[in-house]
């Protein structure tokens, strides 16, 4: 069962703040945030292990809650090349499976 | 190259013909991903490699869908008898570590069924 992602969708001006959520029916042991470019491949932005963990990258951060199966991700004073569909990823039965991620327009 | 190859990048065929898309990981990654990505949708599981274990198929659609890995190495996904809701992209990713590694993404084979 894949992950839920909220919002679906969301378009914010340059320089303003976004929170993208991922919960699970399932107990979550870990987390993995990947970001798409129109037109190009997901790339890596991180992975968060342990219940609580919050990990960064450039102005982007998330925190992991494992009890309540969820994980944030958080982007700061957000900036044109964020733009792009994020896409929240766990582990079942051994592999990675993808939720139908968060479309992020950022305008200038 | 360094990263993940895939080709065609684009292959457009006709409803009913077979396809195969090529998957080049990169060198010494164990773990190896399918992933079908429909316009405007998310990614969709299809097949999971790990070293010389059995591949987990339980995201294949279809029977006309399969896939085989070579030598821990170079990855081919087969669609028979191709339908017009196949069209999509396929992404290939690999990874070094099992399940906690990162994975590196190849540009995907855009597939088109006419």
């Known amino acids: 069962q894949q992950p839920v992602q909220s919002p679906q969708a969301v378009i914010l001006r340059e320089g303003e703040d976004a929170v993208i959520n991922c919960s699970s029916s399932k107990a979550l042991y870990s987390v993995h945030w990947y970001r798409q470019k129109h037109g190009e491949a997901p790339v890596f932005l991180m992975i968060l292990l342990k219940g609580g963990e919050q990990k960064g990258h450039e102005k982007i951060s998330a925190s992991f809650n494992e009890k309540k199966q969820q994980s944030s991700l958080y982007l700061t004073a957000s900036q044109l090349s964020y733009s792009g569909t994020y896409f929240c990823g766990t582990l079942r039965d051994d592999k990675i499976i993808f939720g139908k991620g968060t479309r992020l327009h950022i305008l200038p | 190259g360094a990263g993940v190859s895939q080709s065609p990048s684009n292959k457009v065929t006709e409803k009913g013909k077979d396809v195969e898309l090529r998957c080049d990981p990169i060198s010494g990654h164990t773990a190896l991903y399918w992933y079908r990505q429909s316009l405007g949708q998310g990614l969709e599981f299809l097949i999971y490699?790990?070293?010389?274990?059995?591949?987990?198929k339980s995201g294949l659609p279809s029977d006309r869908f399969s896939a085989e890995r070579t030598g821990g190495s170079v990855s081919t996904l087969t669609i028979q008898r191709t339908q017009q809701e196949d069209s999509a992209v396929y992404l290939c990713a690999s990874s070094f570590r099992r399940n906690t590694g990162e994975l590196f993404f190849g540009e995907g084979s855009r597939l088109t069924v006419l």
């Open positions: 490699f790990q070293g010389n274990s059995a591949p987990d």
